[in-house]
């Protein structure tokens, strides 16, 4: 009894908040009912008895995914209002889209069929000597450890391409030089200088006046001569 009460209740919780999700007008608010969704999700998982994908969907997806879509909507201040002038245009095309994906559910639902022995094996008793993380850890990294492995290593190029893509030599980066750092001498980096008698920080280390320079042109007309590299 307590049981089916805490499903029903998690339950509404995450249809309540996934649809504030995309009905928040402020997309802080919508990131933070994701995160509740999130939860009452993993809240689900635990009363499925799947402890592994409720921890798994706290620490991955709350405490990376979500996380990451907060700081990048504070940090990159997009002007929604702007974003949502072009909806009414856009609206026919998203409506057919939608209807289509729609369709395509329903042929999928509908042509669904159950294998006679489901009905068995649903009501067939767990083992008790293997919990849900170790048989599924069994289950990945024995009979289908190729495939994991090549999943993973198509996630790693994709990574890799997307930070070719994005990565640009701007021009401006300063970068290390480890040479130059071990040739540089202490008269290079370290000046000894006599204070006068009284003279404070303030007084002796006054800013030098900017140079004044004069156009070329116009030194040249009035017989003017250009300063040098250490004349005012």
Same mark, same amino acid.
């Given at each position: 009894? $307590?049981?089916?009460?805490?499903?029903?209740?998690?339950? +509404?919780?995450?249809?309540? #908040?996934?649809?504030?999700?995309?009905?928040?007008?402020?997309? !802080?608010? @919508?990131? %933070?009912?994701?995160?509740?969704?999130?939860?009452?999700?993993?809240?689900?998982?635990?009363?499925?008895?799947?402890?592994? &994908? +409720?921890?798994?969907?706290?620490?991955?997806? !709350?405490?990376? /995914?979500?996380?990451?879509?907060?700081?990048?909507?504070?940090?990159?201040?997009?002007?929604? *209002?702007?974003?949502?002038?072009?909806?009414?245009?856009?609206?026919?095309?998203?409506?057919?889209?939608?209807?289509?994906?729609?369709?395509?559910?329903?042929? !999928?639902?509908?042509?669904?069929?159950?294998?006679?022995? @489901? +009905?068995? &094996?649903?009501? @067939? #008793?767990?083992?008790?000597?293997?919990?849900?993380?170790?048989? &599924? *850890?069994?289950?990945?990294?024995?009979?289908?450890?190729?495939?994991?492995?090549?999943? *993973?290593?198509?996630?790693?190029?994709?990574?890799?391409?997307? $930070? !070719?893509?994005?990565?640009?030599?701007?021009?401006?980066t300063r970068r290390q030089s480890i040479a130059r750092q071990n040739a540089r001498t202490t008269a290079?980096?370290?000046? $000894?200088?006599? /204070?006068?008698?009284?003279?404070?920080? =303030? =007084?002796?280390?006054?800013?030098?006046?900017?140079?004044? %320079?004069v156009h070329a042109d116009a030194a040249h007309e009035h017989g003017v001569a250009k300063p040098g590299?250490?004349?005012?």
């Amino acid at each position: 009894m $307590i049981t089916t009460l805490a499903f029903y209740l998690f339950a +509404a919780i995450l249809l309540g #908040s996934a649809a504030a999700v995309i009905t928040c007008r402020n997309p !802080v608010h @919508s990131v %933070l009912f994701l995160i509740l969704a999130f939860f009452n999700a993993a809240a689900l998982f635990l009363i499925a008895g799947a402890e592994f &994908l +409720a921890m798994i969907l706290v620490i991955v997806y !709350v405490g990376a /995914v979500a996380v990451l879509f907060l700081f990048v909507v504070m940090m990159l201040d997009v002007n929604f *209002g702007q974003l949502r002038e072009g909806f009414q245009r856009y609206a026919p095309i998203g409506a057919t889209i939608g209807a289509i994906l729609f369709g395509e559910l329903a042929l !999928v639902l509908g042509g669904w069929r159950f294998a006679p022995e @489901s +009905a068995a &094996l649903r009501l @067939s #008793s767990a083992p008790g000597d293997v919990d849900n993380t170790r048989a &599924l *850890g069994r289950l990945i990294y024995t009979d289908y450890v190729f495939l994991f492995q090549a999943a *993973g290593l198509i996630l790693m190029v994709a990574m890799i391409g997307a $930070i !070719v893509l994005t990565h640009r030599d701007r021009g401006t980066t300063r970068r290390q030089s480890i040479a130059r750092q071990n040739a540089r001498t202490t008269a290079d980096t370290l000046e $000894i200088m006599q /204070v006068p008698f009284r003279a404070g920080a =303030t =007084t002796f280390l006054r800013p030098k006046p900017p140079p004044v %320079l004069v156009h070329a042109d116009a030194a040249h007309e009035h017989g003017v001569a250009k300063p040098g590299p250490g004349e005012h």
